[in-house]
């Protein structure tokens, strides 16, 4: 039985580097600085410093079992990781091995296609492609091609959206094609295909020339990110989040490129070390912009109605900063949601009016185009509602945004976090922090540490919302570091009656914030195996 302390193991099965840039060098500080023990299996070894690999040896296959044969007794991985495999034979002890273990348990496979160095040197022949083609691919949970690595696998070019949705045609269930390699002088794009999101991947591109390790600490870092449990899509937003910090260490050593050290602290900054953003739709992002002007959220307490005489009832008791949440009935056709329709203007326009007499900001949840055609300026929006919008659809949002429309976007995991900061939000929500039943969501609950790390990466003020139905968890939610603080049943039938009490919290809450660590925890349960 593992000890309940035991770190997530991961292993990966690639080479040596005598220059200790790359290969199992680059993937030992990639797993320290992301939690997790790395156990190195090695596949090849290879001469080389910072400007030449001179000579590179397979491991015999026999040696390569063996290593596997003494971890599967002992030290079973829960993501298994590949680098430089040196043969085409070992390449197929590898993805029979991977059988064997998942035949006992789960076991996740990162596959990162090391078929040249950046040196120059050639890692792979035709046999060894073939072998990655039909046999690694079709068993891989992530597999992270540089766009040259993409193409060669493929035997063709094509756009990248194009080839991500081929390889996933051989089996692979996410890919993620990095951009390191391409010309873009301002940002390091990665196109994302995987099954919770697709996208592009951006940061603003780090000016340096020590750039070696940079495939293996990615990967390395998507592996550990598996390991602790996270879906694919956020263990690519996070790995890219880990190989820009490592990059932004990266040390000169000899004279050619120097290598990348990844090392805890790679989070934690908006500024400094910066979310990636996930872009919308196949159209590459051309520039990494700021926040337009200053957020239009108020600090505080945040009430949530299902009516305009909810408003009012939140408004008499003081409360400055409301959002109208109003759904429409499933399957409504004809003249039922032509009445529909009418109610509900009817009950905004009543909300605009009597927030604007209060002086206080009215968000608008959902109906979007509804809503600024009846004078709404502030717009809150689910993650379905942005997946739902059409081209046009996100170019008349944006548009309204540099019109002056106030927006606040939801999440819940690091990728819908990405997603929301590529729309350099007014804010955006982080919940269900508690247990809920106001909504039913397949997330657990983030608790106050991700609720932290969530103020510490999150590019515009974070609103924690979720399970807030007693004055100290307010408070704790604001110590955490959220900005504001959503209520929907919290404050019972008669606000005026409690809103004192839950004023009392915020005011007393300690200024301290929960340390956010690196990573948060991962909030969507994984699927069956």
């Not at 399957?331 to 009543?350: D, F, I, K, N």
């Not at 604001?478 to 959503?486: N, Y």
Request: aromatic letters at 4%; charged letters at 15%; glycine letters at 8%.
């Amino acid at each position: 039985m593992p000890e309940s302390n035991e770190l997530p193991r991961i292993a990966s099965v690639a080479g040596t580097d005598s220059g200790g840039g790359a290969g199992l060098a680059a993937d030992q500080r990639a797993a320290d600085a992301f939690g997790v023990h790395l156990c190195p299996v090695v596949a090849a070894v290879t001469a080389q410093n910072s400007v030449a690999v001179t000579h590179v040896e397979a491991m015999p296959p026999t040696l390569l079992q063996a290593q596997l044969d003494a971890l599967a007794d002992d030290l079973p991985p829960r993501v298994l990781k590949t680098g430089l495999l040196g043969s085409a034979a070992n390449a197929r002890i590898v993805a029979r091995w991977v059988d064997q273990q998942r035949r006992h348990s789960p076991l996740a496979l990162v596959v990162d296609p090391v078929l040249r160095a950046s040196t120059g040197a050639a890692f792979a022949d035709t046999e060894l492609l073939a072998v990655y083609c039909e046999e690694l691919l079709p068993r891989a949970t992530l597999v992270t091609p540089n766009q040259r690595e993409a193409s060669t696998l493929l035997g063709t070019e094509a756009p990248i959206p194009d080839q991500a949705a081929a390889l996933r045609r051989l089996g692979v269930e996410a890919v993620l094609i990095t951009g390191g390699d391409a010309p873009d002088p301002q940002l390091a794009l990665d196109w994302l295909d995987a099954p919770h999101a697709q996208g592009w991947l951006s940061l603003p591109r780090i000016a340096t020339r020590h750039t070696h390790g940079t495939g293996c600490t990615l990967a390395s870092a998507a592996a550990a990110a598996l390991a602790h449990g996270f879906t694919s899509a956020d263990a690519a937003v996070l790995a890219k989040q880990l190989t820009a910090h490592a990059l932004r260490q990266a040390t000169p050593q000899g004279q050619g490129a120097g290598p990348v050290r990844a090392m805890t602290g790679w989070s934690n900054h908006p500024t400094e070390r910066p979310l990636p953003r996930l872009h919308i739709g196949t159209e590459a992002p051309d520039a990494w912009s700021a926040a337009a002007r200053p957020s239009a959220l108020r600090e505080g307490l945040y009430g949530i109605a299902d009516s305009a005489e909810r408003i009012q009832q939140l408004l008499h008791a003081g409360l400055r900063q409301l959002q109208l949440r109003i759904k429409r009935p499933p399957g409504l056709t004809g003249t039922e949601a032509e009445r529909w329709q009418s109610t509900y203007q009817a009950q905004l326009r009543q909300s605009l009016t009597a927030c604007d007499t209060a002086g206080a900001i009215l968000w608008i949840n959902d109906h979007w185009q509804l809503a600024l055609a009846t004078g709404a300026r502030a717009l809150h929006l689910g993650q379905e509602d942005l997946l739902a919008l059409t081209e046009s659809e996100r170019r008349q949002l944006r548009q309204a945004q540099a019109n002056g429309i106030a927006l606040g976007l939801s999440s819940h995991s690091p990728w819908e976090l990405a997603r929301a900061a590529a729309w350099t939000p007014d804010y955006i929500a982080c919940g269900p922090v508690w247990p809920t039943t106001t909504k039913d969501m397949p997330w657990r609950p983030q608790g106050l540490d991700n609720l932290a790390w969530w103020a510490a990466n999150a590019p515009a003020p974070v609103v924690a919302i979720g399970g807030v139905l007693a004055p100290e968890q307010a408070g704790a939610a604001k110590a955490a570091g959220a900005h504001s603080i959503c209520v929907v049943r919290g404050w019972g039938p008669a606000p005026s009656a409690t809103i004192l009490e839950w004023r009392a919290a915020m005011i007393s809450a300690a200024p301290t914030r929960h340390r956010s660590a690196d990573w948060p925890h991962a909030t969507l349960p994984p699927a069956p195996a």
